[in-house]
């Protein structure tokens, strides 16, 4: 099957510093890439909807100056964390779409932020 | 609005028994998909099933069979002859009958798997 990148996998940083995290589709190109979080023992929340070359579609409640999403290539899709405090500290999933396929969406292996 | 609700927050289930995972929906699109997700401890995301909306047949794949009753709305997961490896949190989703397809999860069921 296809396969999807994230980098970094782990990250701790300081409250106040952004964090960027990287979303790669490998093999395939993703003209739609997902972004979820989730909290220990909960479920997936997706926070926002990016397409390639058009800006991305956030759900209610996310705020967008705080996530900032770019997705600059059918590759590629970054998820920047900005002004990181505690309480964004979570595990942020990916997934990505191809084009000729409206069901599969695959994943990423996702990256745990903890923020200090 | 759509919902997908599964009740089972965990359940235990002994070597090579079979066990059913429940998954209740709600959506007033005619069209629509419903895919089963397993999350080991690592956290990957690992597809096992999907069915569609005018699927005729349940999907199997594998040990794995989705019991899905539309006029009941809910597509429940059979595991057969369950392996201390399916010890994991699986979720029920659904794909938003929209151009981009997007999911909305359920809040999970934790499976362990006991000798």
């Known amino acids: 099957g296809a396969v999807v990148s994230q980098h970094p996998s782990r990250v701790i940083c300081k409250s106040g510093t952004s964090v960027k995290i990287e979303c790669r589709s490998l093999?395939?190109?993703?003209?739609?890439m997902f972004w979820y979080r989730q909290f220990p023992k909960k479920s997936l929340m997706l926070m926002a909807t990016?397409?390639?070359?058009?800006?991305?579609?956030?759900e209610q409640g996310v705020e967008k100056d705080k996530f900032l999403i770019n997705h600059a290539s059918l590759t590629l899709s970054t998820l920047t964390v900005t002004s990181a405090h505690p309480e964004d500290s979570s595990f942020y999933i990916c997934?990505?779409?191809?084009?000729?396929?409206?069901?599969?969406?695959?994943f990423g292996p996702g990256t745990r932020l903890t923020v200090l | 609005a759509q919902k997908i609700t599964q009740t089972q927050p965990g359940m235990f289930v002994q070597e090579k028994e079979a066990v059913t995972l429940d998954c209740t929906y709600d959506?007033?699109?005619?069209?629509?998909?419903l895919f089963w997700y397993k999350q080991p401890s690592s956290g990957e995301m690992i597809f096992l099933i999907y069915q569609g909306s005018y699927d005729q047949q349940n999907a199997t794949e594998g040990r794995y069979s989705l019991n899905f009753q539309k006029a009941r709305k809910s597509a429940n997961l059979v595991i057969s002859a369950s392996q201390l490896g399916d010890s994991a949190m699986y979720f029920c989703?659904?794909?938003?009958?929209?151009?981009?397809?997007?999911?909305?999860f359920g809040a999970g069921t934790q499976v362990v798997v006991t000798p």
């Open positions: 989703a659904m794909r938003a009958d929209d151009s981009w397809g997007k999911l909305q």
């Open positions: 959506t007033s699109d005619p069209s629509y998909g």
């Open positions: 997934s990505a779409r191809e084009l000729s396929s409206y069901n599969e969406q695959f």
């Open positions: 990016s397409n390639e070359g058009s800006k991305a579609t956030y």
């Open positions: 093999d395939f190109q993703a003209t739609t």
